[in-house]
């Protein structure tokens, strides 16, 4: 397996808890809040909000730097 093949599964997994994340983190998204508070992954939901916002933060960062990388990787 190629270095490729590793990215393009690393993209999509990516993709795929990216937009999870958004999902829960949507305020039009009540229900998806609820099913994940008896978990209780996180103290207050004032903190839920702010870690998942950094979260949200940190994997759209991840995902431009990779497109950055294909863009790269396909010009040379």
């Keep these: 397996m190629d270095y490729m093949n590793i990215f393009g599964i690393l993209t999509t997994i990516l993709n795929i808890v990216l937009i ?3 999902l829960v983190r949507s305020p039009n998204e ?3 809040q ?3 508070d008896p978990f209780n992954l ?3 939901s004032s903190r839920a ?3 998942i916002d950094r979260l949200i933060k940190r994997l759209t960062f991840m995902y431009f730097f990779l497109a950055l990388f294909y863009a790269i990787q396909g010009y040379f």
């Design 34 to 36: 609820e099913n994940l």
């Design 20 to 22: 999870l994340v958004i």
């Design 42 to 44: 996180f103290e207050s």
């Design 30 to 32: 009540q229900s998806l």
């Design 49 to 51: 909000e702010k870690s």
